[in-house]
């Protein structure tokens, strides 16, 4: 839990650290939307300073007075009982507010809210209120950085940017080219409720029966990922399930996101620009299928998302989102909490598939062995890759 005497400072360490994200951008970078997954970066802005907004100040703060009369309805992103939205695939049309007008907004508010947290008595109820809203704007700092190197790296000039992401994890840690072992046996998976934040669907702790298996020690690296693609991978039916060969096929894929093959070299779109492949790097910008298909040209398959908590500890994660091929169901006990909050996690457990870990562009403190990101197979736009599993 967060001590009250530090709550003032985390909030504005946790806002400040959004703007930081944003400092290299032009004024016109913040209004793009190149795809409908990717959201302006001027929108997140926006959005996060909405949440608190709705969530604390408008139902807490005594006498508080909205910015703006509109803004509810343009930056509310998937909260039906909060009222009307602008559809998702409408927000890089929103010229106006302005970039300047989305900054004021952010001020206003954080003045607001450093006075209500200086004299407000937290209730538990209302302290993990505000432990959401700052892992919530930390979510929307890594889809900052993914959805800003989504419009940069589809600018046919790769600007480049100054981003702070955590490069320690590829550039420090030694990974291992052993494999993990994880025994036969019965393991605790989920989060213990230990008073430590969680999100609901890290919840309930319990018991699962896992076969013996081994996990590999280290992520896939991009010279392995050359391998298939130079064999053929993507061309060759047998390593794909149906619905990633439909999907290779319709888009016409030939290797991850950000790679271009020139005058027969490799190269990628990095915040440094378009650089030759670090063919040492964990491979990165990965899907699900594409995953899904490197472990079956292996002979190999990718780990449940259960063994992958149960080797956690023994593992260098951390470099990137781990494909697992478990598919985002609720845990035994699982139960959605009343109001717009119950609407965070439980509604999008359908069709989609677990990921585990963190990743470069994840924030400092944000980051569990029990975490269960989510995303449907196709997507490869966040910094995602891939650890084998073997029996």
Known sequence: MIAEHTITDQYLRVRQHSETICRGLETEDYVVQPIVDVSPPKWHLGHTTWFWETFILVPYATNYRIFHEDFSYVFNSYYETVGKRVLRTDRGNLSRPTVAGIY???????????????????SPELHALLELGLNHEQQHQELLISDIKYILGHNPLFPSIEMPINVAFTTLQP????????????????????????????????????????????????AEYLAFIENGGYQTVRHWLSDGWAWV???????????????????????????????????????????????????????????????????????????????????????????????????????????????????????????????????????????????
């Open 249 to 391: 096929k319709s888009n016409q894929i030939q290797a991850p996101l950000y790679w271009h093959q020139i005058d027969g070299e490799w190269w990628n779109y990095t915040f440094d620009g378009l650089k030759p492949v670090d063919w040492n790097e964990p491979v990165c910008h990965i899907s699900q299928y594409e995953a899904d298909a490197y472990a079956r040209w292996k002979g190999q398959r990718l780990p449940t998302e259960f063994e992958w908590e149960a080797a956690a500890d023994q593992l260098n994660w951390g470099a990137r989102w781990e494909w697992t091929n478990s598919a985002y169901l609720p845990y035994p006990g699982f139960a959605t909490a009343e109001g717009a909050v119950g609407e965070y996690n439980g509604k999008f457990m359908s069709c989609q598939l677990v990921l585990r870990g963190a990743s470069i562009a994840t924030p400092a403190g944000h980051s569990r062995p029990t975490y269960r990101n989510f995303f449907q197979p196709d997507k490869r736009w966040q910094f995602t890759g891939i650890r084998l599993a073997a029996d």
């Open 104 to 122: 004021a907004y952010r001020a206003y508010v954080d003045e607001h809210m450093t006075r209500f947290l200086e004299v407000a008595d937290l």
């Open 175 to 222: 990974q291992s080219e052993s494999f993990i072992t994880v025994p036969e046996g019965i393991y605790r998976i989920g989060h213990k409720n230990d008073g430590a934040f969680c999100f609901d669907n890290e919840l309930s702790n319990h018991n699962v029966y896992l076969n013996g298996t081994r996990l590999a020690g280290k992520l896939t690296t991009n």
